[in-house]
């Protein structure tokens, strides 16, 4: 199979698994290796297929990212959206500072297939605990200190393949008594300056060797990345999540059970 190819797949799973609360990164590690060594570890297209999604968030929430720029302005000032901002901020600099404190352990996990299977099974745990916990009339529209900076623990604990970022975060919302379609909202929202973040720590590298393999990985992403976020939203309000707890129960003990065969 062609490097182009191999490329378009990954970004297809990316692009899938990054917004429903599966792990993205967790389903990347065991995929790459299958495919082969060069894929392994390879954090450059890990972030290239990244981008791919964050673009998808930017597209899909354009309005509300709209509206919250314009909530900041001194003609347009709104306290509530304000709120928002500034706990984005607080969210992305938690985040920050463990990623950046972790980071070379973080990047050595991505070559630990069985760790990341693992992983996966306690993803399922968070789903799991999200349906029990499941909120339509909890907190909606405005975030706490507190809901701020847990919910940047978690989203920072996700750098970790096999737990889901977006699993996390709606997990720490939920269970901190968000909405959650606004705890998913702003999961959504604080993954864009993330891993933006994350993209600019490997700029360097990206001016250097980025290929067109990167380039397809990431439009793939992006495309599908629109797809999946429709997904997630009707799941949520059809109260379908313990769909996803399943399943990564299943993908992370099949792949324990035949790296012990």
Same mark, same amino acid.
């Given at each position: 199979?062609s490097k *182009?190819?191999? $490329?378009?797949?990954?970004?297809?799973?990316q692009?899938?698994? /990054?917004f429903?609360?599966v792990?993205?990164s967790?389903?990347?590690v065991?995929?790459?290796?299958f495919?082969?060594?060069e894929w392994?570890g390879?954090? @450059?297209?890990? #972030?290239?297929?990244h981008?791919g999604?964050?673009i998808a968030?930017?597209? !899909?929430? &354009? =309005? /509300?990212l @709209?509206?919250?720029i314009k909530?900041?302005?001194?003609?347009?000032?709104d306290r509530?959206? $304000?709120?928002t901002?500034?706990?984005?901020?607080?969210?992305?600099a938690?985040?920050?500072?463990i990623?950046?404190?972790?980071?070379? =352990?973080?990047e +050595?996990?991505?070559?630990?297939?069985a760790?990341v $299977?693992?992983?996966?099974?306690?993803?399922g745990?968070?789903?799991?605990?999200t349906?029990l =916990?499941?909120r339509?009339?909890g907190i909606?529209?405005?975030?706490?200190v507190?809901?701020a900076?847990?919910?940047g #623990?978690f989203?920072? *604990? +996700? *750098? *970790?393949?096999?737990?889901?970022?977006?699993?996390?975060?709606?997990?720490?919302?939920?269970i901190?008594?968000?909405? $959650?379609l606004w705890a998913?909202? !702003?999961?959504?929202?604080a &993954?864009i300056?993330?891993?933006?973040?994350?993209a600019?720590? /490997?700029?360097?590298?990206?001016?250097?060797?980025?290929?067109?393999?990167? @380039?397809?990985?990431m439009l &793939?992403s992006?495309i599908?990345?629109?797809i &999946?976020? =429709?997904?997630?939203?009707?799941t949520l309000?059809?109260?379908r999540?313990?769909?996803? +707890?399943v !399943?990564?129960?299943?993908?992370? +003990?099949?792949?324990?059970?035949?790296?012990?065969?």
């Amino acid at each position: 199979m062609s490097k *182009i190819l191999i $490329a378009l797949f990954l970004g297809l799973v990316q692009g899938l698994t /990054e917004f429903l609360p599966v792990s993205s990164s967790g389903h990347l590690v065991i995929l790459q290796g299958f495919c082969g060594k060069e894929w392994t570890g390879n954090v @450059l297209f890990d #972030v290239s297929v990244h981008l791919g999604t964050t673009i998808a968030v930017i597209v !899909y929430f &354009s =309005r /509300e990212l @709209l509206g919250l720029i314009k909530g900041v302005m001194p003609r347009s000032w709104d306290r509530q959206k $304000a709120n928002t901002v500034f706990g984005l901020i607080l969210t992305t600099a938690v985040t920050g500072i463990i990623g950046l404190v972790f980071k070379d =352990r973080f990047e +050595a996990m991505f070559s630990m297939p069985a760790l990341v $299977a693992v992983s996966l099974m306690i993803t399922g745990l968070l789903d799991f605990t999200t349906e029990l =916990r499941y909120r339509q009339s909890g907190i909606s529209g405005h975030v706490r200190v507190l809901d701020a900076i847990v919910i940047g #623990v978690f989203q920072g *604990i +996700a *750098i *970790i393949p096999g737990i889901s970022r977006s699993g996390s975060t709606i997990f720490a919302g939920v269970i901190l008594g968000m909405d $959650a379609l606004w705890a998913t909202q !702003y999961s959504f929202l604080a &993954s864009i300056p993330a891993i933006l973040g994350a993209a600019l720590l /490997e700029y360097t590298d990206m001016l250097q060797v980025f290929s067109l393999a990167d @380039l397809a990985g990431m439009l &793939s992403s992006f495309i599908v990345g629109l797809i &999946s976020l =429709r997904i997630l939203v009707w799941t949520l309000k059809k109260h379908r999540y313990f769909i996803f +707890a399943v !399943y990564c129960w299943l993908v992370g +003990a099949a792949y324990l059970v035949s790296g012990v065969l």
